[in-house]
């Protein structure tokens, strides 16, 4: 929830979230962050690398993903999926290849970088069922009932306000939609030289 920050102190998480972000579209996510990232990532969350083979070095070096939301739950032939957060889009086109051509899928970030890395690969692989665009998890720009899955990897966790980004994604699933995530959660209290601390959001 956001209730507990200031508008100030909100700014600048948002602010920092796409600034860090921006330095994984430029440089990759290695140099960013402590997990497994880019091929190694992919490869212990066990995604389909037969899938992957032909998706851009750039694309798998940006793939910062905490988990693999594919292993919730299948991606069917045909399905409408939205990717929230979508980064450099590699979870968005690995849904496309799943939906094939007769699906549709969606990409949404916060982060223009991003998008434009993620607009990037779409052009080398051609895939037809896809668009990318600027937006957050608390505003969907989509109307109700339009999804058959919602894919999330790693970002709801940033996101200010949950509840609101949670019933989003509710609004825009189609009755009987599956919402396939894979995040990080706080499972015990913080140090006290940590706890409360504005760039926890960010680090």
């Known amino acids: 929830?956001?209730?507990?920050?200031?508008?100030?102190?909100?700014?600048?998480?948002r602010e920092s979230i796409k600034d860090k972000y921006s330095q994984v579209a430029?440089?990759?996510?290695?140099?960013?962050?402590?997990?497994?990232?880019?091929?190694?990532g992919l490869k212990q969350q066990n995604y389909p690398l037969d899938l992957l083979r032909d998706f851009p070095p750039a694309l798998i070096d940006s793939f910062c993903g905490v988990g693999n939301p594919f292993s919730l739950g299948p991606i069917h032939p045909g399905d409408a999926v939205l990717d929230i957060g979508c980064g450099a889009g590699l979870d968005t086109l690995l849904a496309a290849r799943?939906?094939?051509?007769?699906?549709?899928?969606?990409?949404?970030?916060v982060t223009q970088a991003m998008i434009d890395k993620a607009r990037a690969s779409l052009s080398i692989l051609g895939l037809q069922n896809v668009i990318f665009q600027v937006a957050e998890a608390e505003?969907?720009?989509?109307?109700?009932?339009?999804?058959?899955?919602?894919?999330?990897?790693?970002?709801?966790?940033?996101?200010l306000d949950k509840e609101k980004a949670?019933?989003?994604?509710?609004?825009?699933?189609?009755?009987?939609?599956?919402?396939?995530?894979?995040?990080?959660?706080?499972?015990?209290?913080?140090?006290?030289?940590?706890?409360g601390r504005i760039e926890n959001w960010y680090q």
Do not use: W
């Open 1 to 13: 929830m956001e209730s507990s920050l200031t508008e100030k102190e909100a700014a600048l998480i």
């Open 26 to 40: 430029a440089t990759g996510a290695a140099s960013c962050f402590k997990y497994p990232t880019g091929a190694e």
């Open 98 to 109: 799943m939906a094939g051509p007769e699906g549709r899928v969606a990409g949404i970030d």
């Open 139 to 159: 505003s969907l720009p989509f109307p109700d009932n339009d999804f058959d899955a919602v894919i999330s990897n790693g970002v709801f966790n940033l996101t």
């Open 166 to 195: 949670l019933k989003e994604a509710h609004r825009v699933l189609k009755p009987g939609g599956r919402l396939l995530l894979a995040d990080m959660v706080l499972v015990a209290a913080l140090p006290p030289d940590q706890a």
